[in-house]
C-alpha cells in the first residue's frame, strides 16, 4: 500500500491568497484526520471524518479553514485567505473506524509570507 | 473528556542505555493507548498500541510499554538506546469514537 499520500508536499504563498491542501487515505480506511503542527502549539487536530462526513471540527481555527471529503478516496483542506500565522505543517492521518491506530502522511509543509 | 501528559519534554540518554518516556492519561472508560514516533521533518510513525489485551505491549524497534490501571500511566522503555531513536515520541490515548488526544511530545536525545 502506497500510504496516506498528500499533495503538495511544500508550499509558499503569499498572505491573502487560497491555499488548498489535498489527502488520499489509505484504500479501506473510512477516518480521515487533519492536523497541524507548529512549534509553538505542537500538533493540534484540526478537523476528523467518519465515512465522508464531519464529525467534530471544533479545532478548525476559525471560517478561513474548510475541509472537504467529496469521497472515501480524497479530502481537502482549504484556507482562504491565507496569513502569516498559518504558515504550519499539515499532516492527513487515516485510520479504519474501530480499530483507531492512526496511519499519517508526509506532511505538507505551508510557508505564508 | 480525555487527556494526556507527557512528564518530560526532553529526556537525554546515553547510547546503549535504558530509556523511560512517561505518559499518564486520564479517561472516563478503558482506552486505548498509542505510542507514535516522529523522526526530524517526517510524519508520525505508530510504535505500538494497547487496545485492551495483553497490558505489557511490545512494538517495533525493540520498544515496548505497559499499561498500569491503577496509575493511569503507559509509559514507554527500552533497554538500549540506538543513536537512531532520537526523535520526537508522542502518547496518544483514543475514545470509543476514534477521536485520539495527542500528548505534547518528549524529545529524545541520544548522546554517543
Known amino acids: ?113 | 473528556a480525555q487527556s494526556v501528559t507527557q512528564l518530560d519534554s526532553h529526556v537525554s540518554v546515553s547510547e546503549g542505555t535504558p530509556v523511560l518516556l512517561r505518559c499518564n492519561y486520564s479517561s472516563s472508560y478503558s482506552p486505548s493507548l498509542f505510542w507514535y514516533v516522529q523522526h526530524p521533518n517526517k510524519g508520525l510513525q505508530l510504535l505500538l498500541k494497547y487496545t485492551s489485551a495483553a497490558t505489557l505491549v511490545k512494538g517495533i524497534n525493540g520498544f515496548e510499554a505497559e499499561f498500569k490501571k491503577s496509575e493511569t500511566s503507559f509509559h514507554l522503555t527500552k533497554p538500549s538506546a540506538h543513536m537512531s531513536d532520537a526523535a520526537e515520541y508522542f502518547c496518544v490515548v483514543s475514545d470509543d469514537a476514534g477521536k485520539s488526544t495527542f500528548g505534547d511530545g518528549t524529545t529524545l536525545t541520544v548522546k554517543p
Request: one cysteine or more; aromatic letters at 10%.
Open chain 1, 1 to 113: 500500500d502506497a500510504g496516506v499520500i498528500q499533495s503538495p508536499r511544500h508550499e509558499v504563498t503569499e498572505m491573502g491568497q487560497e491555499v488548498t491542501l489535498r489527502c488520499k487515505p489509505i484504500s479501506g480506511h473510512n477516518s480521515l484526520f487533519w492536523y497541524r503542527q507548529t512549534m509553538m502549539r505542537g500538533l493540534e487536530l484540526l478537523i476528523y471524518f467518519n465515512n465522508n462526513v464531519p464529525i467534530d471540527d471544533s479545532g478548525m481555527p476559525e471560517d478561513r479553514f474548510s475541509a472537504k471529503m467529496p469521497n472515501a478516496s480524497f479530502s481537502t483542506l482549504k484556507i482562504q485567505p491565507s496569513e502569516p500565522r498559518d504558515s504550519a505543517v499539515y499532516f492527513c492521518a487515516s485510520s479504519l473506524k474501530g480499530v483507531y491506530e492512526q496511519y499519517f502522511g508526509p506532511g505538507t509543509r505551508l510557508t505564508v509570507t
